[in-house]
């Protein structure tokens, strides 16, 4: 078995799909050794992984041996395909398809070119912003300069916050509404892209479930988009007022 297919079961399910998932897509293949249909499906879905060549990791969970794995998934037909992106499920499917379905189904579960350009692109920005914000944080808080100084650098900490894709966080904070680090890495994501209002709303309510929640990250995240939009902004008002009741109630 190559390294893009991997037998996975319920011990390490967490770990090699939901957790692998965040830095590479994840297709499962729900399957057993007595399922006909399986045995069709299996070899095309790992010729496939074999072609994309590390493009999407392919897990193979036999479920006469995960029965915790098959039930949290409500597994009740085999084969079932499911794929995931940043640990949420993005696409799924049951049954033998034909080769040509497979493919429609992983070219909704993998990034596509405009992703991929999108998070080289945010890579190399990091990279500048890494050389930048020392810079700007050695400028004197009382020159000239220091207002812009420290508009820049909360830009800088908002990209630098940004990560996973705003469809799947969305997802996850709908269908658990208590996961407040999707709900913190939504709200950095949408200030990152100048969402602003959902991203203030976003992250006062990380604020109020939890006000030290990853080290205050969702209440230090607010004050940087209040230095961005500046002190006069509606936003920073209405905000401003909204998260100090949060924090003193």
């Known amino acids: 078995m190559s390294s893009s297919v991997v037998d996975v079961g319920d011990r390490d399910f967490e770990r090699e799909v939901l957790e692998r998932s965040r830095a590479v897509p994840v297709v499962v293949d729900f399957w057993a050794p007595w399922c006909g249909p399986c045995r069709t499906l299996g070899p095309v ?79 190399c920005a990091a990279g500048r912003d890494a050389e930048a914000l020392p810079l700007l944080e050695r400028i004197s808080p009382t020159g000239p300069a220091a207002r812009e100084a420290e508009r820049l650098a909360a830009e800088i900490r908002m990209r630098a916050g940004a990560t996973g894709d705003e469809a799947p966080l969305r997802a996850r904070v709908t269908a658990a509404g208590t996961d407040l680090d999707a709900r913190l890495q939504l709200g950095r994501l949408l200030a990152a892209r100048q969402k602003y209002e959902d991203a203030l709303a976003a992250l006062l309510e990380v604020v109020r479930r939890d006000p030290r929640f990853a080290d205050d990250a969702a209440r230090k995240a607010m004050l940087d988009v209040f230095e961005v939009l500046g002190p006069e902004h509606p936003l920073t008002t209405q905000y401003r007022s909204e998260l100090a009741r949060a924090l003193f109630r």
């Open 45 to 123: 879905l790992e010729q496939l992984a074999r072609e994309h060549a590390g493009a999407f990791v392919l897990a193979k969970v036999n479920v006469d041996e995960a029965p915790a794995v098959s039930q949290a998934f409500r597994i009740q037909s085999i084969p079932a395909v499911k794929g995931f992106r940043d640990g949420t499920l993005v696409a799924e499917f049951v049954g033998a398809q034909p080769e040509a379905a497979v493919r429609r189904f992983l070219d909704a579960v993998l990034p596509t070119a405009a992703d991929r350009l999108a998070r080289d692109g945010e890579a």
